[in-house]
């Protein structure tokens, strides 16, 4: 939304003297407990946080479709005891993709505003974020539903839960670099049911799919020397779900790596830094921002069984996100798939240093 800009020019006319002289975010640590519903919730105390669900969608005449609907929150360091209800202590930002290759480029559209107002909420107690007109919510019946529409797609969709959350890192606490305190309270929820529509071009189809939702907070996530991450989330055709990251320094060595990866029997393995490998296969520059991304990897895991490799390519090239009219990087946010196994592949960084 190009109106955010604006906004972050008005922000700016009163934010320094809001601030206070120094906010103490809450740190991340391991040993927490997660629970839920509650944790499907916001945590405004915490810097940054996502709701962030992808996926593959089925046509009515067989045609595959990828989307991405993602919801950020975040704190400002506002000093919280001004009592000004025009103060933005919490800022909402939401991006929705569309990745058809008979078009050949990603659809997106973004939205942003700060808490309040009527405009933007995010509860505490369960999945239910509201952006304008858009919204992500999780229903009495257990379902997450999302609706969002842009100038060029809407995506009306709903999604059933078929597993158990899968918790990331140590029972949900993440590391995202060397320091303990690079880390993220992070959980999944792999193979989820899609069924809802999409619209384009005045037509509304059903769809059908498998998706997958995200969910980090956190208060200091990258490393110092960080520039951005590799990312894939993949639902196997088996019933097992698969976790992989590579957190890249400035110059493209990893910084650190991890994920996870659960079987269909349930069982699950976490990956140390060692364990994970991503070698570009093939690059593809952006005509818009020039930036070069590696849209095909090879994933090598190292498991107790022995080495596992994953081929990913993309559903097409061109998927890349250019946020920065939402207050948002520039990302590629595609749609992937390998030997028996679907998902998404996020690449940040590309065209410049990513910082949170």
Request: zero cysteines; a negative charge; proline letters at 7%.
């Amino acid at each position: 939304m190009r109106g955010f800009l604006a906004l972050l020019l008005a922000f700016s006319t009163f934010v320094a003297p809001l601030r206070a002289a120094e906010i103490q975010y809450p740190t991340v640590a391991p040993g927490t407990a997660l629970a839920f519903p509650r944790d499907h919730g916001a945590h405004p105390e915490f810097r940054t946080e996502w709701w962030y669900v992808t996926g593959w969608l089925k046509t009515a005449d067989g045609r595959d479709l990828g989307f991405q609907v993602t919801f950020f929150r975040t704190r400002p360091a506002i000093d919280p005891a001004n009592p000004s209800r025009f103060a933005p202590a919490q800022v909402l930002f939401a991006h929705a993709g569309l990745s058809d290759p008979a078009l050949g480029r990603l659809l997106h559209g973004e939205r942003a505003a700060r808490a309040g107002f009527g405009l933007a909420e995010a509860s505490e107690a369960d999945a239910d974020v509201t952006l304008q007109d858009w919204r992500f919510r999780r229903e009495a019946d257990g379902r997450f539903t999302t609706q969002v529409a842009t100038g060029e797609f809407a995506l009306d969709l709903a999604f059933q839960p078929t597993q158990p959350v899968l918790l990331q890192g140590d029972e949900g606490y993440s590391q995202k670099g060397p320091n303990p305190a690079e880390a993220s309270y992070y959980y999944s929820m792999p193979h989820l049911q899609v069924s809802g529509s999409v619209m384009r071009e005045g037509k509304t189809e059903a769809v059908t799919g498998e998706a997958w939702l995200d969910r980090e907070w956190s208060s200091t996530l990258l490393a110092a020397d960080a520039a951005g991450w590799d990312w894939t989330g993949l639902n196997l055709d088996d019933g097992g779900a698969l976790v992989a990251f590579r957190i890249r320094g400035r110059d493209g060595g990893t910084v650190y790596a991890g994920g996870s990866y659960r079987r269909a029997d349930g069982s699950v393995t976490r990956f140390r830094p060692e364990d994970v490998s991503l070698e570009p296969l093939q690059t593809w520059r952006s005509p818009r921002t020039n930036a070069v991304y590696p849209v095909e990897q090879r994933l090598t895991l190292r498991l107790p069984e022995g080495e596992r490799s994953f081929h990913l390519a993309p559903l097409f090239p061109d998927q890349e996100l250019d946020g920065r009219g939402g207050g948002l990087p520039v990302y590629w946010e595609g749609a992937v798939s390998a030997p028996g196994a679907r998902g998404y592949l996020e690449l940040t960084g590309y065209a410049s240093p990513l910082r949170l």
